[in-house]
Nanobody
């Protein structure tokens, strides 16, 4: 499966962005979908995940209450709605697909190319 993430950009503190990740090659209904992020000089970290049918979600403590993950299997797209953005949310955001319910990057098999989110103070 190939993943294409988009929607990043420059936003002021307190602003919102919606990231999209579109899959091709195979239906995403077969996969757990996750969003991860990597800030400069830091390791890639988990942000959010959503189960195959979208019933279950998980969030990192740092984004809980501000980010919402959702998916549209018919459109082969997963979204990350981000609100109340803070400078510490600045990172490259990656979408990923995996076959098991995981919050660690190693649990995902396919990765998109990343989209940069910059939050100015």
């Amino acid at each position: 499966v190939q993943l294409q993430a988009c929607g990043g950009g420059l936003v002021q503190t307190g602003g919102s962005l919606r990231l999209s990740c579109t899959a091709s090659g195979r239906a995403i209904s077969s996969y757990v979908m996750g969003w991860f992020r990597q800030a400069p000089g830091k390791e890639r970290e988990f942000a959010a995940a959503i189960s195959w049918g979208g019933i279950n979600t998980a969030y990192a403590d740092s984004v809980k209450g501000r980010f919402t993950i959702s998916r549209d299997n018919a459109e082969s797209t997963v979204y990350l709605q981000m609100s109340s953005l803070q400078p510490e949310d600045t990172a490259v955001y990656f979408c990923a697909a995996g076959t098991n319910w995981r919050t660690h990057p190693h649990g995902y098999d396919y990765w998109g190319q990343g989209t940069l989110v910059t939050v100015s103070s």
